[in-house]
């Protein structure tokens, strides 16, 4: 139990810095990334999980597994950078209090549905990070947030609805446990396994649930897009990973329809983000696609459970890896709008690129050599044609990404950009170079793939991606219009429910001459006891949570 308590402080520090925002204002801004310490703390010194059965029968918090160790490490240092990054770009925003709160909150469910391990804790955990993310994508404000956010929040409690239907089946068929050891050895029905896929795959992102995350991403701020696509989205794998069990005859004859959902998946975003035109919606394209490798991954486990290590291991590696490459570029297209790139700057930039396309010597080379391991082991050799199609597709997509960061950086002030969002950026940016000689586990795939077979396999698709994109650059080959203007069938549906909702039309109410001042009063009050609530709020829990732990 010694040092146990301290897992109390991973998803509560962010909790707990939240007050800071209505004592100090802005001079706890620059602090607030410290909210992330305490969970990268338990990555590096860990301690055995903390039982909480003052809460509810079996809760436990911790991450006794190399997965759940790797995923919260990555998460704290992604949101621990995107934090100090943000301090910096957001510091002239006149509702910068309101994003930081939102920003604490989402952090908080973050950290919480990672250590979690039951059920509750992580719906609990999830549902804190997908409603309070609504707030960060709505916040520059105008009609385009807004209606990302209308999309997003639709699809997010529709989510919702989903997962908590699907927990609760599965609690009922474990007798009430709601523990994820006790679900492994659990079979597993067709309904229930469509509400779980429903629910976490909307929020993973992955074809064909990935529909509000082209939207979201470029309404949203450069941080907000980063820790939404480099650490949320991998929220909703971590949690299908551990809904399941390990062996299943349901899960196997999914298997191979899951597998076929995975290859599109990769290919077919891919080539919808190359007719885009900013570079956050071709990232944002990027990241469904690259979900799709992740879905091939769990239709592996699904067919051959008997190497379920094996898949875990390189579910690890992606999730890291990923998630720290892509939310470097999302922070790179909010940097270049802060000031111009030295040559070293655009070097740095597109190390996370090339890192996600699988250069070798990079976390995406050895991440690529550890998954076609796994691709012939599980003896799906036929499709690999289409393995190698998809990185030909992301390989496409990431030049155009780095060719319309190129483009807006143009418009860039002469001035170099902040250090405070240089740093961050660039630490993100070098682990894509420096992350498989520190890990051990990235270093051995990694100098496994390093053989003239596996080098070549791993070039040509760049190769001739660059070759296709000088092609396209020097004939002047432009997006044509109707594919620039594809309509989204989410959105369409969106707004038609959003015109119904408003249907009778409501009445003007009349304006008194003094209602303005009486508005204004009536926003002071209500931003106090909003303020006060969240503060109250967050004490409290604290309090009831320590009290139990004493008790």
């Not at 030909?392 to 990404?401: F, P, Q, Y």
């Amino acid at each position: 139990m010694s040092g146990a308590w301290l897992w109390l402080l991973v998803p509560l520090a962010p909790l707990l810095a939240a007050p800071s925002l209505a004592i100090w204002r802005e001079r706890a801004i620059g602090w607030l990334w410290l909210a992330c310490v305490p969970a990268l703390a338990m990555v590096v010194q860990p301690v055995a999980p903390l039982d909480l059965p003052m809460l509810w029968e079996g809760v436990r918090w911790g991450a006794s597994d190399d997965l759940s160790r790797a995923w919260l490490g990555f998460t704290a240092v992604l949101w621990g950078c995107a934090g100090i990054f943000a301090s910096s770009s957001q510091k002239d925003d006149p509702k910068r209090l309101r994003f930081w709160a939102f920003w604490l909150l989402t952090l908080a469910g973050n950290l919480l549905l990672i250590i979690a391990t039951d059920a509750l804790s992580f719906y609990l955990g999830f549902s804190a990070m997908s409603l309070a993310a609504y707030g960060l994508i709505v916040h520059q404000g105008g009609p385009r947030p807004r209606r990302a956010g209308r999309l997003y929040l639709q699809l997010a409690i529709t989510g919702e609805m989903a997962l908590l239907a699907g927990l609760m089946l599965r609690s009922h068929a474990a007798d009430g446990d709601f523990s994820f050891v006790a679900w492994q050895a659990l079979p597993m029905d067709a309904l229930t396994l469509a509400l779980l896929l429903i629910g976490l795959g909307l929020k993973a992102g992955f074809w064909p649930l990935h529909v509000w995350l082209p939207l979201a991403h470029p309404a949203a701020p450069a941080p907000a897009s980063a820790v939404l696509s480099g650490a949320m989205l991998k929220a909703g794998l971590l949690g299908i990973w551990r809904c399941l069990p390990e062996s299943d005859p349901l899960l196997s004859s999914w298997a191979d329809v899951l597998l076929a959902m995975g290859i599109f998946g990769a290919v077919y975003p891919a080539l919808l983000g190359l007719v885009a035109g900013e570079a956050k919606a071709v990232l944002a394209y990027s990241s469904v696609s690259q979900m799709g490798y992740l879905v091939m991954l769990l239709a592996l486990a699904w067919r051959h459970p008997e190497q379920l290590p094996a898949m875990t291991f390189v579910l690890m590696l992606y999730g890291v890896h990923h998630g720290l490459a892509k939310g470097a570029l999302f922070l790179a297209a909010g940097l270049i709008h802060a000031g111009r790139l030295s040559r070293i700057g655009w070097v740095l930039l597109a190390l996370p690129a090339l890192a996600i396309v699988g250069l070798p010597l990079t976390s995406g080379g050895a991440v690529k050599t550890a998954l076609k391991d796994v691709w012939h082991a599980g003896e799906f050799e036929g499709w690999l044609i289409w393995l190698s199609l998809s990185s030909l597709t992301t390989s496409l997509l990431l030049i155009r990404a780095l060719w319309l960061l190129r483009r807006d950086a143009r418009d860039a002030p002469a001035n170099r950009p902040p250090l405070t969002q240089l740093l961050p950026w660039a630490l993100l940016s070098s682990c894509a170079l420096l992350l498989p000689w520190l890990w051990p586990a990235l270093r051995e795939p990694m100098l496994h793939g390093l053989y003239p077979g596996g080098i070549w396999a791993a070039l040509w698709p760049l190769l001739l991606a660059l070759g296709l994109a000088g092609v396209a650059l020097k004939r002047g080959w432009t997006v044509p219009t109707r594919l620039a203007d594809l309509p989204n069938p989410a959105l369409t549906l969106s707004l038609r429910l959003r015109r119904l909702t408003l249907r009778p039309p409501m009445p003007v109410p009349t304006v008194q001459p003094d209602a303005p001042r009486w508005r204004q009063r009536e926003r002071r009050w209500n931003r106090f006891w909003n303020t006060s609530a969240l503060t109250m709020s967050a004490w409290l829990l604290a309090a009831l949570l320590w009290l139990g732990w004493l008790w």
